[in-house]
């Protein structure tokens, strides 16, 4: 299904680019309209959009304008939203892997614990090889509809949160009711690590925590002060690191192929710098949002090298439930694990390079 769709002329000065997402690109007819959805403005997938809105536009000449939907105006997030993105109604959606894993289970891999171990592993891991094995996969579960185009992030990592007391290692966690969403694999790792895994709707999460209902959460930093949740009583985190935050950003391949070839390199490129936007991003947010935490009362703790080994060793059973209940489990572990090692190579050469 071809996606142009004709537009008037766009043009933005840079400061309100920055605001409202206009383009910085020339006054100039616009061929084709990519259209997107997105949360909020205050989101980093917002961020990284209007980095791909105004960097596609200028270097299209204008060609190409890219229109930001905010809120759910035109789907539900989640499984609507992808659905959508079959269908032509979306150009491009931005997916977690939970909110895309009913159609394509293989992409819970992102969500396996402790596989990546920082966000420089994590960049390179999912670049490159490991994101064009997930796009062909992609292709293939969408019938040839759905193309991933990168993979960025959105909140940083999950990290273990609670309302009872400080966690160092996974005995600690004995006990305690860990809000989880509705599927398996992250109920089997609250389950692995000694918690009880307590099935809590978003938006009843804050009241849980006053009533007791649950104790704790896995969440990133900015999702738990955006929420206010120090002020229903979460005031512990523990830095295990144990999810990558990862952002799947897809593209209905019918809007994509039906660009030039001249126009599917400003995408792709624009892609890119869209992907470098929403890595910086939680970087920044968080830094402000761990100050206030800790001026809240909040306590943080950082895992030692040994207690981190602690905590994976605790997560082997989620790695075998996702290896026998998903297709192409074990495939699809090793390589990730099989990015993570090259990346880490990487990154241990080049400290060999520089450290001296």
Not at 165 to 170: A, H, M, N, S
Request: aromatic share 8%; proline share 4%.
């Amino acid at each position: 299904m071809s996606m142009e769709r004709l537009l008037g002329a766009s043009v933005g000065a840079a400061a309100i680019a920055a605001v409202m997402g206009f383009s910085t690109a020339p006054a100039s007819a616009q061929d084709i309209t990519l259209r997107t959805q997105v949360p909020n403005v205050e989101d980093e997938d917002y961020d990284g959009m209007v980095v791909f809105k105004d960097f596609v536009e200028a270097r299209s000449n204008g060609k190409i304008g890219v229109e930001i939907v905010l809120g759910s105006q035109l789907c539900k997030p989640g499984l609507e939203c992808l659905e959508a993105t079959e269908d032509g109604i979306l150009d491009i959606y931005i997916s977690t892997s939970g909110g895309a894993a009913a159609v394509m289970p293989f992409v819970q891999v992102l969500d396996l614990p402790y596989v990546l171990r920082d966000d420089r592993v994590a960049e390179i891991a999912l670049d490159g090889e490991f994101r064009d094995q997930m796009s062909a996969a992609t292709l293939e579960a969408t019938g040839g509809n759905v193309r991933l185009m990168t993979i960025g992030n959105t909140g940083g990592w999950r990290n273990f949160a609670n309302t009872q007391r400080q966690v160092k290692v996974p005995a600690d966690m004995a006990g305690l009711k860990i809000r989880t969403i509705e599927a398996d694999l992250p109920q089997i790792l609250v389950e692995a690590v000694g918690a009880s895994p307590t099935p809590i709707a978003w938006p009843e999460l804050f009241t849980s925590f006053q009533t007791g209902v649950v104790e704790g959460s896995k969440n990133g930093i900015t999702d738990i002060m955006n929420m206010s949740f120090p002020e229903a009583g979460l005031q512990h985190i523990t830095l295990d690191g144990h999810a990558y935050m990862a952002a799947l950003w897809y593209m209905n391949n019918d809007s994509y192929l039906n660009l030039s070839e001249d126009q599917r390199r400003v995408v792709l490129d624009g892609f890119d710098a869209l992907r470098q936007a929403t890595l910086a991003s939680p970087k920044r947010k968080s830094i402000q949002a761990y100050q206030d935490f800790v001026a809240g009362g909040g306590t943080i703790y950082v895992p030692t090298p040994e207690e981190k080994a602690m905590w994976q060793e605790a997560a082997a059973p989620v790695y075998d439930w996702f290896s026998q209940n998903v297709e192409d489990g074990d495939a699809w572990l090793k390589r990730l694990r099989d990015a993570a090692a090259a990346a880490e190579a990487e990154i241990d050469a080049d400290y060999q390079r520089r450290l001296n």
